[in-house]
């Protein structure tokens, strides 16, 4: 079996031309909102036709390896969707608007949150339970 080329997100984010929902611009908005977070690093796994994944960590933890994954959904590259997840003690859902999903996140109970299209309300939600996440994780030792 052939091993797929690699695929850095640079490439990735300009390659994604097919964006009928705007999917792209709440994956860039999410990116961006992370970049402004003190001590996230990132690790950016490709896995053609099925997702791609940006995996924020905070440089204090050491429990495990992110806090958050933002996932854009590949199994139809014409009409891509994101799957946000936290580990589920990590971030609150006032609004109850996430779904539980039972060892949902590298084995364990996760939070996700998933956005079909572009919903300014969504993101603005999502981007504070990244804050959320990202200070629970920076403390977590």
């Not at 050491?62 to 590259?77: E, Q, S, Y």
Request: aromatic share 10%; net charge negative.
């Amino acid at each position: 079996m052939e091993t797929p080329p690699s695929v850095d997100l640079t490439s990735f984010i300009d390659a994604w031309s097919t964006d009928p929902n705007l999917t792209k611009y709440c994956f860039l908005q999410l990116k961006k909102h992370l970049e402004t977070m003190d001590g996230v690093r990132f690790d950016f796994v490709a896995r053609p036709g099925i997702t791609y994944s940006l995996r924020a960590a905070h440089a204090n933890q050491k429990k495990r390896g992110l806090f958050a994954m933002v996932d854009v959904i590949d199994d139809d590259p014409e009409d891509r969707w994101l799957s946000v997840c936290f580990y589920r003690e990590l971030v609150d859902d006032p609004d109850g608007l996430g779904d539980e999903v039972p060892e949902g996140l590298m084995g364990e109970d996760a939070k996700c949150f998933d956005m079909y299209e572009s919903d300014d309300i969504m993101l603005n939600y999502v981007k504070d339970r990244l804050a959320t996440a990202c200070e629970a994780a920076s403390q977590e030792h």
